[in-house]
């Protein structure tokens, strides 16, 4: 018989398989807290569960880790961890510094279906989802490992989280556990190409993270250009949803959009943008393009980027320029991996 991941299993499932056990709920609560709280990677750590009930868990399930591969530290301070989740599949996260903490960016998917054509995660496709244990096992490993406090997690790693829903609403819901790590909704933010009806699903669990959807672009033709998704999903369909996430959270949402020069970049596109957006709660992340050895999107010029913020700012949406961090470690989506790969 084939062991279960004991991190995998949230604290009412871990209720159930304790109580299957024959043991009181209690031990589910004091295992939860050593699996998510305290990191513990064997049984022998459980140190307040009696050796017994140690070995009759051990008899059905396993506790999961993750071999760190690889580990790039940037000039900046940022770090790049390259993990081995089996069958010589990699993923890779990426530790961030700022003044008020550290920020974590991890994936939820090994490779990715979506097709971005600036991205280089999606350059092999999909490998598979990720568990909810595998997305947990990177925020561990890293907490560990650098020995810092994680102030907030973004998922913007490779993959698409709305496209592996379950495992990801499941790796909210135990990450946020006062019980776990007890970190905060809203220091958390999911990223997605904008699959309007999961956006809709996600509403309704009326979680308090922050909402990030990847927009690039101001219009429909602009954006078929650089996502397939723009195919199924037109822009108007992912205004929508997002207003209603608003409504039913009563959280701003972000729109990401990266610069490219040429195709997405004008004082035009920018007038567009503002106009489609005028009116909704919501803030735009500017971030200029990282180039992606295998396409030929090349980053807009510093004097584009300006005036492109400087238009949406004076038409009233609120503007950031994200600044770059880990450039000298090929810290953008699924680029080490890429060249790991390679070798
Ligand atoms: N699939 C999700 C999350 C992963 S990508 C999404 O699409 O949002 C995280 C963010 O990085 C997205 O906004 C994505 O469009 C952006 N991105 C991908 N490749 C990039 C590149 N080469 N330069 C700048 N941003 C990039």
């Not at 997305?135 to 560990?144: A, D, F, M």
Request: hydrophobic share 35%; aromatic share 6%; with cysteine.
């Amino acid at each position: 018989m084939s062991k279960t991941d004991l991190r995998d299993l949230t604290l009412d499932e871990l209720k159930l398989a304790v109580e299957e056990l024959g043991e009181k709920p209690f031990r589910a609560k004091q295992i939860f807290s050593w699996l998510h709280q305290k990191g513990a990677e064997s049984f022998e750590e459980f140190k307040n569960i009696p050796q017994a009930l140690r070995e009759k868990i051990g008899e059905k399930y396993y506790i999961s880790k993750l071999d760190i591969v690889e580990k790039l530290v940037s000039k900046d301070g940022t770090v790049k961890y390259l993990f081995d989740i089996g069958d010589g599949i990699l993923i890779e996260s990426v530790l961030m510094k700022y003044s008020y903490g550290c920020a974590l960016c991890i994936s939820t998917q090994a490779g990715c279906r979506m097709g971005c054509k600036f991205c280089a995660s999606t350059l092999d496709g999909l490998e598979r989802n990720l568990s909810a244990s595998e997305i947990l096992n990177q925020v561990y490993t890293i907490k560990k490992d650098s020995g810092e406090n994680i102030h907030s997690i973004v998922l913007m790693g490779s993959g698409e989280p709305l496209d592996n829903f379950e495992n990801v609403v499941k790796f909210l819901y135990i990450i946020n556990h006062p019980e776990g790590m007890g970190l905060g909704m809203r220091h958390i933010t999911l990223s997605t190409c904008g699959l309007t009806e999961k956006i809709e699903e996600l509403s309704k669990l009326k979680l308090q993270l922050t909402l990030a959807i990847s927009l690039h672009a101001p219009n429909d033709d602009i954006r078929k250009k650089t996502m397939p998704v723009a195919n199924k999903y037109p822009l108007e369909s992912i205004v929508k949803a997002a207003v209603n996430y608003s409504k039913a959270t009563g959280r701003r949402v972000t729109y990401e959009y990266a610069l490219i020069k040429g195709v997405n970049d004008s004082k035009e596109n920018a007038l567009e943008l503002s106009a489609r957006l005028k009116g909704t709660l919501c803030h735009v992340n500017l971030i200029p393009v990282n180039d992606v050895k295998e396409n030929d999107f090349i980053r807009a010029e510093e004097r584009n980027i300006q005036e492109f913020a400087s238009v949406l700012t004076q038409k009233g949406i609120e503007t950031t320029v994200r600044r770059k961090l880990g450039s000298d470690i090929n810290a953008a989506c699924g680029q080490l991996r890429k060249k790991y790969k390679r070798c």
